[in-house]
């Protein structure tokens, strides 16, 4: 297992697009979270997930966020309707229960 | 807004020297952890504290965490170029809160 791996590594896209990221944790790390992650902040919580279910979304989760697990493996964060401010890195980690594995990220910029 | 504080958020020093960092809160967390990120990456994980007032030694980086299990401080020894990077707290609920994070850079 190589870890968590996320795709895209770098995302521009023109405001008013939708976008979707793809996050694959460790396999067997039943936990999956996204954060999201400005300059000169600590990373933000926005949702997670245990094996398929969502458990908790953040009030930084607007309608025009979703996420989705459907399997219980990888997940998937789709923003419609991109904003200036949305850009921003998205992080996904996994853990089980502890131990949280970090992906490398999603660098979106919206133009 | 952030539930843990760091302090401070920035930190310049020379090669050789020790550093501290320190993380506050006024919650109460089962555990808490501290990460490295570098820019454009993901945080990687250093260590995590479980036990109040438990103190861990990773080579030349020494985390302790208060008895009440609110705050935490990490201690670097003879810092190297190497440890230049972003140093995050974050507490587990179980998802995890982070602080803002300082910013440690290790003039050679």
């Known amino acids: 297992d190589t870890g968590v791996s996320q795709n895209p590594r770098h995302k521009i896209t023109k405001r008013g697009q939708n976008v979707t990221f793809r996050c694959d944790p460790i396999?067997?790390?039943?936990?999956l979270y996204w954060y999201r992650q400005t300059l000169g902040q600590g990373p933000e919580f926005l949702t997670y997930f245990q094996n398929e279910a969502q458990l908790e979304k953040s009030r930084l989760l607007s309608d025009r966020f979703s996420a989705e697990r459907p399997k219980g493996s990888f997940s998937t964060l789709e923003i419609q309707r991109t904003e200036q401010g949305d850009s921003a890195m998205y992080l996904c980690?996994?853990?089980?229960?502890?131990?949280?594995?970090f992906g490398s990220g999603t660098r979106l910029t919206v133009v | 807004t952030q539930l843990l504080e760091q302090s401070p958020q920035f930190l310049s020093i020379q090669e050789g020297e020790n550093l501290t960092v320190y993380c506050n809160s006024s919650?109460?967390?089962?555990?808490l952890q501290w990460y490295r990120q570098e820019p454009g990456e993901g945080p990687v994980l250093l260590v995590t504290?479980?036990?109040?007032?438990e103190v861990k030694k990773l080579k030349r980086l020494t985390f302790q965490f208060g008895d009440a299990r609110k705050d935490s401080s990490l201690h670097i020894t003879a810092a190297q170029p190497g440890d230049t990077g972003l140093y995050l707290c974050a507490g587990a609920q179980p998802k995890l809160s982070f602080g803002a994070g300082t910013t440690v850079t290790v003039r050679a």
């Open positions: 980690a996994s853990s089980f229960p502890y131990g949280y594995t």
């Open positions: 919650s109460v967390f089962s555990s």
């Open positions: 504290v479980v036990t109040g007032g």
């Open positions: 396999s067997e790390h039943n936990r």
